[in-house]
């Protein structure tokens, strides 16, 4: 089944800094990359995802980059801030399309802290 | 919507006993999904369903633990009899087009 390898488990920066996350997995057939932050005792909650049919995606300080043939994606937060902080899990999955969507395989999570 | 609903929030049990979670999916979504999270193991997926059919049960750890979903927006998740090693909180999400919505969670104590 479909591993997913998330890198590093802890990262600290200064406000304004930039942050990245990197994932690798391990089934050339995935083709659904999302991205969850959780804050501390509450849900997972959707920020990004990608396709496989798109390199990058951007939504305002956040960017997801894919690279399909070394089967790794990053997370891209710019001009961070303290209410960034929080877990952020990669996860990625195979979508064999219509309505039927299946299962995520997670990475062990980073957590990310922001110190103002 | 009200988004995925779970209950209980919180559950503290006795060793042996039987527990049991409930999801109700966001109308309209036909993929659900159970989590288990912990520190050690992160997020594990038990079990998923599409259109109310179980399609995925490997993850489910031992007999102990069933999950049903008799219609498109009920489904539960089952222990019995749990063990102190059940512990963790456990996460209903429901999906149409590939992104999850979680549900806020069940905590899970067995003492």
């Known amino acids: 089944g479909e591993n997913v390898e998330q890198h590093p488990s802890t990262l600290s920066v200064q406000e304004g800094d930039s942050a990245v996350i990197k994932c690798t997995y391990s089934?050339?057939?995935?083709?659904?990359f999302p991205w969850y932050k959780q804050e501390l005792g509450k849900r997972p909650q959707l920020i990004i995802d990608?396709?496989?049919?798109?390199g990058e995606k951007k939504d305002q300080r956040i960017a997801v980059t894919l690279n399909k043939t070394a089967k790794h994606f990053s997370l891209h937060i710019t001009e961070t801030q303290p209410e960034d902080s929080a877990v952020y899990f990669c996860?990625?999955?195979?979508?064999?399309?219509?309505?039927?969507?299946?299962?995520?395989?997670f990475g062990q999570g980073t957590i990310l802290t922001v110190h103002p | 919507d009200a988004g995925v609903i779970q209950s209980p929030r919180h559950e503290v049990t006795e060793m042996g006993q039987e527990v049991t979670l409930r999801c109700k999916p966001i109308?309209?979504?036909?993929?659900l999904f159970w989590y288990r999270q912990t520190m050690m193991r992160g997020l594990e997926l038990l079990i998923y369903?599409?259109?109310?059919?179980?399609?995925?049960d490997s993850g489910m750890p031992e007999d102990r633990f069933s999950a049903k979903m008799p219609n498109a927006s009920f489904s539960t998740l089952k222990i019995q009899p749990s063990e102190p090693r059940d512990s963790a909180v456990y996460f209903c999400?429901?999906?149409?087009?590939?992104?999850?919505?979680f549900g806020s969670g069940t905590r899970l104590t067995v003492v």
């Open positions: 999400a429901s999906s149409l087009t590939g992104g999850y919505t």
């Open positions: 089934d050339s057939a995935s083709n659904y």
């Open positions: 990608i396709r496989s049919n798109v």
């Open positions: 996860a990625a999955s195979v979508n064999t399309g219509g309505t039927s969507y299946g299962k995520l395989t």
């Open positions: 109308s309209g979504h036909n993929s």
């Open positions: 369903f599409n259109n109310n059919v179980p399609i995925d």
